[in-house]
């Protein structure tokens, strides 16, 4: 473990990937075409992970660091699938996703 409380470690994590994941939904767009059978999939899945990051910021200011460090990976969990699955579009970042190749 780091030097430091778990506390300060927890702090530290929380926002290097509130960090992390702003750049990542900067960067996404849905891949799918507007008229196929996935399109309402993938916008409610923008749609979720951006609540679940909404999540995590509220958590982070209330002085809640484990639930926000909790929806904060499961939101991102969700970008890296849909990402790697081709239904969101990652512009082939290979150090903020991970790819299929």
């Not at 530290?12 to 750049?23: L, N, P, S």
């Not at 926000?68 to 790697?84: C, E, K, P, Q, T």
Request: hydrophobic letters at 45%.
């Amino acid at each position: 473990m780091p030097d430091g409380t778990l506390h300060e470690v927890l702090q530290a994590k929380v926002a290097k990937y509130i960090e992390i994941e702003e750049k990542a939904l900067s960067t996404i767009r849905i891949a799918v075409p507007e008229n196929s059978l996935l399109m309402e999939f993938a916008s409610s899945a923008l749609t979720m992970i951006r609540a679940y990051f909404s999540d995590a910021i509220h958590f982070k200011e209330k002085g809640d660091l484990v639930n926000s460090f909790a929806a904060l990976n499961y939101s991102y969990g969700w970008i890296d699938s849909l990402v790697r699955l081709g239904v969101l579009d990652g512009k082939g970042d290979d150090r903020l996703f991970t790819l299929y190749r």
